[in-house]
């Protein structure tokens, strides 16, 4: 809501920073007139326990005799005796308001991980990277591809074919992409899942030198990877996607003819149906409005065939997220944003998208050439 003050309280007003932030102008307004009447306090049932006799309940159950016996178990031992305190749930309901209901046995307990948020508002400031297996001739053969992927643009800036998994190669692959891309140190945010090349220490010594920070999925979360994932996925549901590949040499020569059609000929549908290249390389403007002078002429010729008014072409994201927090928290994209929705009524996803050396053998490097 501070957002939204902050931008409405400026030249572009409470309508379009509600729309940009997604926030409905009705939840503002209440939010800038809170009611002044306080929530009364939950009254107590007549049946409900009372203080005394919750806590002697409490006593009863971690006493020497009964602190390790379940609730069932010291309440059909009491009732043997002729002595009724409460029901079994009301025994669980105050074992749980101190904290006091978990797994009895000694368990591994797993640490609770941070949901990465990252935000890319241009190309080179956020790649995501991931392996994926192929297919062998034979069962339990497969061939490693390697995928780097700019989350803005979606554009494939590195890939590595190999047989097998290595950190190595994937320090190689990371190395000359970067290098081959131009990235400026201190700018770039390398995201993956937790495989073992991905937390290897030999990737974490190269990310460290390069000024590179590293960013993680949680473990089993594959949402925290979703343009990685994606882009596996229009890979292998191509139709000349074949179910094995005979050699080496035949997955790299499918990988060769695949990647150029997909980072020059490929419509996204993520990135307003613009190759990533295009958008990449910073043409995706004159694209954009290439293709609205041909809508306009349309919309002249026959502009019954249009309902309310002109079509628009659809918009490439100014802003791309994984794990997209809530729109509360956004303020310093809203106002670093304040001026482009000042010169131009931006539609709200324009603004906000929601919703990735070794001895291994003869390898093939291929990073995407920057222009």
Not at 121 to 130: I, K, L, M, R
Not at 240 to 256: I, N, T, V, Y
Not at 348 to 355: C, G, T, V, Y
Request: include cysteine; aromatic fraction near 10%.
């Amino acid at each position: 809501m501070l957002a939204v003050k902050d931008l409405a309280t400026g030249a572009v007003g409470v309508a379009v920073a509600c729309d940009a932030l997604a926030i409905p102008r009705a939840s503002f307004y209440r939010w800038l007139k809170p009611s002044a009447v306080e929530p009364r306090p939950r009254p107590s049932p007549p049946r409900a326990l009372s203080p005394e006799e919750r806590q002697e309940v409490r006593e009863v159950l971690n006493s020497e005799e009964f602190v390790d016996h379940a609730p069932t178990q010291v309440y059909a031992s009491l009732l043997d005796r002729g002595i009724y305190l409460c029901s079994v749930r009301t025994m669980y309901r105050i074992l749980k308001e101190y904290g006091e209901v978990r797994e009895r046995r000694d368990q591994l307990r797993h640490p609770e991980y941070t949901k990465p948020e990252l935000l890319a508002t241009g190309p080179n400031q956020v790649w995501s990277w991931d392996i994926t297996k192929l297919l062998g001739p034979v069962k339990w053969t497969y061939y490693y591809l390697y995928v780097i992927l700019d989350i803005f643009s979606r554009y494939v800036v590195g890939w590595l074919l190999a047989e097998r998994e290595s950190a190595g190669l994937a320090k190689r692959l990371i190395e000359e992409t970067i290098e081959k891309q131009g990235v400026d140190e201190d700018d770039l945010t390398l995201h993956s899942d937790r495989g073992p090349s991905m937390k290897s220490t030999t990737v974490a010594q190269l990310l460290g030198g390069l000024g590179v920070t590293k960013s993680h999925s949680r473990p089993y979360t594959p949402n925290d990877n979703p343009f990685s994932e994606s882009q596996f996925k229009t890979l292998k549901y191509r139709p000349e996607f074949p179910k094995r590949f005979g050699s080496p040499e035949d997955a790299r020569a499918h990988c060769r003819g695949f990647f150029p059609w997909y980072n020059e000929e490929h419509y996204h549908s993520g990135i307003g149906l613009m190759p990533p290249s295009v958008v990449h390389y910073g043409k995706d403007r004159v694209t954009y409005e290439g293709r609205r002078q041909i809508l306009l002429e349309a919309y002249s010729k026959n502009p019954e065939r249009f309902v309310s008014k002109p079509p628009n072409p659809p918009w490439v994201p100014r802003a791309v997220w994984i794990n997209p927090p809530s729109p509360s928290e956004v303020t310093l994209l809203a106002r670093a944003s304040a001026a482009d929705i000042t010169q131009e009524r931006l539609p709200r996803e324009d603004l906000l998208f929601a919703a990735d050396a070794s001895t291994a053998g003869p390898v093939e490097l291929v990073c995407g050439d920057a222009r």
